[in-house]
């Protein structure tokens, strides 16, 4: 399966749509298409199949570099897969691969209330710089603004 059907079968599966953070459907194959830009999936072995060799998509990032800056996009991890040091695996990983690249700063957006995301964030060195006021819009009009997070490599 291409890195963008999975990115896809998995923002469906990881991120609320009621909170306005995931990818409309046919946004992921574009958006690979731009230079700079790549996909990391993640793959587990499933306990339920009879099959050891059978995987299923788990998580996810989607990354764009220009120069010596990168951008996380986009990361995602199943809910049953949440708490088990995957989004940390994947972070690690995109961020291996822009600094490769010569990245020397990252950047992500993150909602302000994505606490989880936010300590994540931090842990791998990201500090806030910045504010976009309103920048999530919930499927009930709600918003909330997203901050703006940056490392140095």
Do not use: H
């Amino acid at each position: 399966m291409a890195e963008a059907d999975i990115a896809e079968q998995l923002i469906l599966a990881a991120f609320d749509p009621g909170l306005g953070e995931g990818w409309a459907s046919g946004q992921v194959a574009p958006t690979l298409a731009m230079p700079g830009t790549w996909a990391t999936c993640a793959e587990a072995a499933d306990p339920l199949s009879a099959v050891p060799v059978k995987s299923a998509p788990v998580g996810f990032t989607i990354a764009r570099q220009i120069s010596d800056e990168a951008e996380l996009l986009l990361i995602g991890v199943r809910p049953d897969r949440r708490r088990s040091g995957l989004g940390g695996v994947l972070l690690d990983r995109m961020l291996a691969d822009a600094a490769a690249a010569g990245a020397l700063q990252v950047f992500l957006e993150v909602r302000e209330s994505n606490a989880a995301a936010i300590a994540l964030y931090s842990s791998r060195g990201f500090e806030v710089v910045g504010r976009r006021p309103g920048y999530y819009r919930a499927a009930d009009g709600a918003r909330q603004d997203a901050l703006t997070m940056r490392r140095s490599n």
